[in-house]
């Protein structure tokens, strides 16, 4: 496999396809250049030959390429100055597709190990989101579900989005995130979060215990040596749901987190929370009561649960992206073809690339 500029794997039969276009360029030059009067020269178009070869080839071919110029060059200062061996004009000539070639020799050579590297970056990130942030199984007991995360910069896979689900006997409870701030800082706080709600999701009876045990799971991790400048500073919004298999009401609280949105029959509904809890890891300055509310999820309902990345995306006009008016009327039942709907509605709004990570889930309760 060769590569492109861009350092994306290019066929090898293209590749080598391609490598006849400079070369048939070099022949026609050095044939027209013998042909032609004394005064006309169309040697110095030569160098068109390896300075487009990069764009298909590697430094192999590159080097190959500028060779065969280089003796185009010397057979054409041969036949057209019998008398001697070349002029001052075509060694200058030679020079420079010397120089020329050897210049993007080099750059073909760094642009691999460039595209090397850029190659494992991209697997150690999908590595780390396969560990931190693995996608949800289709099946949760009674329900489907899909997953889907968007990250801004196509090279980190992963930011400080979160979600996760954890069964229980009775149900499933998910939750929803977003770290403040991007980096690995924020990898780390929402890779400490999903750690502690899978710890604790089936451990703490009622779901305000569970967020209560999460918010002072985040604050234990700021009171560690060295991160108390961030006390007050780093906190993750959230939303937790408790969904349970036999009874139609989800329980919720809400942690300064974009509400869930139920479709039913194509009508979107965005559950307010009517008395929010401030964001996880400010509860040693707030002292927060965590308030349970509930909302309908019956069968054949369709729950969205979804980071601010999604609902602040911006089009070229400054517009956020109208989410609860682009759900409505959508038909669609299958959870992953629902979210690449989704996606592709967003990237069309936003003109293909988004400022911030996002990240989705969708929980169909099938209908009986």
């Not at 280089?70 to 030679?94: C, F, K, W, Y």
């Not at 020079?95 to 595209?115: K, M, N, P, Q």
């Amino acid at each position: 496999m060769s590569q492109g500029f861009d350092g994306s794997p290019r066929p090898l039969r293209t590749s080598r396809a391609l490598i006849a276009i400079p070369i048939a360029w070099i022949i026609v030059v050095c044939v027209v250049d013998v042909l032609a009067p004394p005064h006309i020269h169309l040697g110095p178009l030569l160098v068109a030959a390896p300075a487009i070869t990069p764009s298909f080839g590697g430094p192999r071919t590159v080097g190959l390429v500028a060779a065969l110029a280089v003796i185009a060059q010397t057979v054409i200062g041969v036949l057209r100055d019998p008398d001697e061996l070349l002029s001052a004009n075509h060694e200058a000539q030679v020079i420079a597709l010397l120089l020329v070639g050897a210049s993007l020799v080099i750059f073909c050579v760094l642009r691999e190990r460039r595209a090397k590297e850029l190659t494992q970056v991209r697997y150690v990130s999908e590595a780390a989101q396969r560990v931190v942030l693995p996608p949800l199984p289709g099946r949760l007991g009674p329900l489907r579900a899909a997953s889907l995360y968007l990250a801004a910069e196509a090279e980190a896979r992963i930011g400080g989005d979160l979600y996760a689900v954890a069964r229980t006997t009775s149900g499933t409870r998910v939750i929803v995130g977003d770290v403040r701030g991007k980096g690995m800082t924020a990898v780390s706080d929402a890779a400490l979060l999903l750690g502690a709600f899978r710890v604790a999701a089936h451990r703490q009876a009622s779901l305000d215990e569970l967020v209560a045990y999460l918010d002072r799971s985040v604050c234990w991790d700021l009171m560690e040596p060295g991160e108390t400048g961030l006390y007050g500073e780093t906190f993750i919004t959230a939303t937790v749901l408790d969904i349970p298999d036999r009874d139609d009401r989800v329980q919720m609280v809400s942690c300064g987190h974009p509400p869930p949105i139920v479709l039913r029959e194509g009508l979107p509904m965005t559950m307010n929370a009517l008395r929010p809890a401030p964001p996880l890891g400010l509860g040693e300055l707030t002292d927060p009561s965590y308030h349970v509310e509930s909302f309908q999820f019956v069968p054949g309902d369709l729950l969205l649960l979804y980071t601010d990345g999604v609902t602040e995306a911006r089009d070229s006009a400054g517009t956020f992206y109208p989410l609860a008016e682009r759900l409505t009327g959508w038909t669609e039942r299958d959870p992953d073809a629902f979210l690449g709907n989704l996606r592709s509605d967003l990237l069309h709004h936003v003109g293909g690339h988004l400022d911030d990570d996002a990240a989705m889930i969708l929980i169909e309760r099938p209908a009986v």
